[in-house]
């Protein structure tokens, strides 16, 4: 079983859809959540970042952990084709140093 | 700034030949690190360098070695390329205490036949 879990989609939406996407974890010591977003052909670029449980908000996008239930989310509000992309969660243990662990990635395509 | 760049873009290689790829940064950050990306794996990380001179051994490093030839340079190079090792690779960077937030470069496209 792998340490992070996310299903690979694709999930297709209206564009002024709510959005939601969502990752499970096994490894109780993370305490770093992270969302990168990743363009087709393009390297990942990190949209949201949280420490510990709690919401944390920056414009249309919501990033959300739920440590009791090893399970982090992340919504996109009011959807935009420019939305459009693969989404990865990445974890890191506190004193975790340099190594993430990453989801597989959840495609993402926003509808006209 | 050009951020995190990578050489080349694609290649392919036939089984046996070696290569080398190349990456560059040029945010002053001290870390890099090597990843590789397959359908349904993820990004797993192969090699990093937290800082200059020193290197260390991610998830997969079998059949790759690194060179950080400098604080802006990180290589990844194949001695001996194999049709497992086909994969896009990417090269990341980010300060030496904000590793969660790690800056990635375009990839390179690499077929091993």
Same mark, same amino acid.
């Given at each position: 079983? /792998? $340490? ?7 999930? +297709? %939406?209206?564009?002024?859809a &709510? %959005? ?19 363009? +087709?052909? /393009? #390297?990942? $670029? ?9 919401? *944390? ?7 959300? %952990?739920? *440590? ?5 989310s992340?919504? &996109? ?18 004193? #975790? ?5 990453f ?5 993402? *395509? %926003?509808?006209? | ?7 080349? *873009?694609?290649?392919?290689? /036939? ?23 397959d ?31 400098? /604080? ?11 049709? +497992? ?29």
């Amino acid at each position: 079983q /792998k $340490e992070v879990e996310q299903d690979p989609g694709p999930l +297709s %939406v209206p564009e002024g859809a &709510i %959005v939601s996407l969502n990752c499970t974890y096994s490894n109780s010591a993370f305490q770093y959540f992270m969302w990168y977003r990743q363009y +087709s052909r /393009k #390297g990942p $670029e990190l949209l949201m970042y949280t420490y510990s449980s709690g919401n *944390k908000e920056d414009g249309r996008f919501t990033a959300q %952990v739920d *440590k009791s239930s090893k399970y982090i989310s992340l919504f &996109i509000r009011d959807s935009q084709p420019s939305d459009s992309a693969t989404y990865l969660c990445a974890m890191n243990p506190t004193g #975790g140093g340099n190594k993430l662990t990453f989801g597989t990635g959840t495609q993402l *395509k %926003v509808e006209l | 700034n050009a951020g995190v760049t990578q050489t080349p *873009k694609f290649q392919v290689l /036939k089984t046996g030949q070696s290569m080398t790829l190349q990456c560059a940064q040029d945010m002053n950050h001290n870390s890099m690190y090597w990843y590789r990306q397959d359908p349904g794996m993820g990004l797993r990380l192969i090699y990093y360098s937290a800082s200059e001179g020193t290197t260390d051994k991610g998830e997969v490093p079998n059949g790759y070695n690194v060179s950080r030839l400098n /604080k802006r340079e990180f290589s990844l190079r194949l001695e001996s390329a194999a049709p +497992s090792q086909t994969s896009v690779y990417f090269c990341a960077s980010s300060e030496i205490y904000t590793y969660n937030e790690q800056f990635f470069g375009p990839g390179t496209r690499l077929t091993v036949l």
